[in-house]
């Protein structure tokens, strides 16, 4: 158990109470009559009394027993310090500072009336006089160096840069060379425009500190900021040579030379600090996810990836290593690879749900959709809340056709995700679609709609909200409106193409149809849909040569199609 502040006070106040009151001279205290000896007992009773009171930190007695004591002493410079003292905690500034002035002219031996003094200047913003008093002291008293630095530190204030530098060469004379000192002389020539000055001080760290790699960094960091980044290069270069093991200088190093165009050198060095187990795995990674923000696609390829793969091989069992090099796969557009990456992190840790977001991510763009389903399910069981994920799966349950399972999982994770108005959007875009396939003809309109009221110009949504409306023939001067629109503003787009050309189809306006499918198979990105509706136009025209020929192209892209084998036997359109 602790003492008590009342415990403290107790011994404190037995061991002053064999004290006399003195004054600075060490003699009695007196007036300009003589105090009787009662007069000064009375006198040291208020002043031990205030004394535990200060301690217990109830200031207001100890104010009042203070004030007692010096009535009856009233020569006592310490009962006027300690007046001070609490007037300046309960920030009656002025007032304190006519009661340490009064210590000072009682008393100029003791230092701590100097130091109250001076912060209670520098409180009250009287930097000078704050100035002054700590000069005063320091030129009288002895044992008082160490107040340089708070003078240093006023005379910068006052932008006094010169005294500031002689008061840290002073400082140096008392306590020797060190890096504090070092670093604010430098800040002072810096702030002067003094560069040489500045490295002329940091030369002077590093002779006497040779083994010290921070203080070659901090010299190569002036050097850098004043786009002398060749002098740099020398002292990193000249550290590295007796110091190989010094991963900082190599990673400052390899970044100069990668901005110098020195690409190999760049990589030997940064490469030789990734091997180098002293180099923290946080380091490296932290690393890398900048290069990821700030270097090209193309520099990323052939500065990043090797190290990424360095990283993994020296820890193959953290799972940040393998995500940083997943994120910088597909940054440069390795889709493939940065999924193996994103789940072997996954094996080792499942707790980053970015990693898990990322990787379905890539899985949908590959339209890996039982993978999907897979890993999706798996990162619900961590993270059943996350809306994200159930939007996922409605993609591939959607893809895969299971139509019911993907209004399951998209109208759950739209619940979830009531805050997002932009997630929110997206599962609507897909309602549309899951609903539509499960032949709830108006859910699906209403969630078409709804996006279209979030984002107007959702092409996606246009396009496919059209489609289906064209394939049940219902409301087709909307439908043809819609992908109008689509098209108006993606001319060359041959998907929302081939929609437009079968709303045209539908309506019965086949020779605005056959102008706009030409120009969808024009674009080179036409599939075999894109071929059957051609040929069915071309039918409804009255070609029917012309119509069982594209259908043959469409049957060579997908053997499969439903009925084109009729068609195209039976040279009949069969819809």
């Given amino acids: 158990m602790g003492f008590s502040k009342h415990y403290i006070a107790v011994i404190f106040c037995s061991l002053i109470s064999a004290i006399s009151l003195h004054d600075a001279s060490g003699q009695k ?17 208020y002043f031990t009394e205030g004394e535990k009171y200060f301690i217990l930190e109830d200031y207001a007695k100890a104010l009042v027993l203070f004030q007692k004591s010096l009535e009856v002493t009233p020569d006592n410079a310490t009962i006027y310090y300690k007046i001070a003292q609490i007037l300046a905690q309960g920030n009656e500034l002025e007032k304190a500072l006519a009661h340490i002035k009064e210590a000072l002219s009682l008393d100029q031996d003791n230092k701590y009336f100097y130091v109250l003094a001076a912060d209670i200047y520098t409180q009250l913003g009287d930097f000078s006089h704050a100035a002054d008093t700590y000069e005063e002291m320091i030129g009288r008293l002895d044992n008082t160096d160490q107040y340089l630095f708070e003078l240093a530190a006023i005379y910068i204030y006052q932008q006094r840069y010169d005294d500031a530098l002689s008061t840290y060469n002073k400082i140096e004379a ?12 430098q800040k002072i020539y810096l702030q002067n425009n003094n560069l040489q000055k500045a490295l002329e001080e940091g030369r002077r760290l590093i002779e006497v500190y040779p083994e010290e790699e921070a203080y070659i960094l901090k010299q190569a960091e002036i050097l850098i900021s004043n786009d002398q980044n060749e002098e740099a290069i020398v002292y990193l270069k000249s550290f590295i040579k007796d110091h190989p093991e010094a991963t900082q200088s190599l990673l400052v190093l390899s970044e100069l030379q990668r901005k110098k165009g020195h690409v190999e050198d760049a990589i030997k060095n940064i490469e030789q600090a ?26 990323l390829n052939k500065f990043g990836l090797q190290l990424a793969k360095i990283l993994v091989e020296a820890h193959p069992d953290v799972a940040d290593a393998y995500t940083i090099y997943g994120d910088l796969l597909q940054a440069i557009g390795e889709n493939n690879k940065a999924k193996d990456q994103y789940l072997r992190s996954l094996e080792l840790d499942g707790s980053n749900f970015a990693v898990w977001q990322n990787s379905l991510q890539i899985l949908t763009e590959l339209n890996k959709m039982d993978s999907v389903l897979l890993i999706s399910d798996k990162a619900l069981e961590l993270f059943p809340n996350q809306g994200s994920l159930y939007y996922f799966s409605g993609i591939a349950h959607l893809q895969k056709r299971h139509y019911e399972e993907a209004v399951a999982a998209l109208e759950h994770g739209k ?5 997002n108005l932009a997630l929110v959007n997206a599962f609507n875009s897909i309602l549309g679609d899951a609903y539509n396939g499960n032949q709830e003809y108006d859910k699906s309109a209403k969630a078409f709609e709804a996006a279209l009221d979030y984002d107007p110009n959702n092409y996606a949504v246009l396009n496919n909200y059209s489609y289906f409306l064209a394939l049940r023939k219902d409301d087709l001067e909307k439908a043809e409106k819609m992908s109008a629109k689509a098209v108006k503003d993606n001319p060359d787009n041959a998907t929302f193409l081939d929609t437009y050309a079968w709303v045209l189809y539908m309506r019965g306006k086949y020779k605005e149809a056959k102008k706009i499918i030409e120009h969808a198979i024009s674009t080179g990105n036409a599939s075999a849909i894109h071929y059957e509706h051609y040929g069915d136009i071309l039918y409804k025209l009255g070609n029917v040569d012309g119509a069982v020929k594209q259908w043959q192209v469409a049957k060579g892209l997908n053997p499969n199609s439903e009925l084109i084998d009729k068609k195209i036997a039976d040279r009949k359109l069969y819809e």
Avoid at 30 to 45: C, G, M, P, V, Y
Avoid at 277 to 299: G, T
Avoid at 415 to 419: G, M, P, T, V, Y
């Fill in 29 to 45: 205290t007196k007036n300009k009559n003589d105090i009787s000896d009662s007069k000064l007992r009375e006198a040291e009773f």
């Fill in 174 to 185: 008392a306590y020797g060379i060190s890096e504090e000192i070092i670093t604010q002389k």
């Fill in 274 to 299: 990734f091997k180098n187990p002293d180099l923290s795995v946080d380091n490296k990674i932290q690393l890398l996810a900048e290069y990821r923000v700030e270097l090209k696609p193309e520099d």
């Fill in 415 to 419: 619940r979830l995700s009531s805050a």
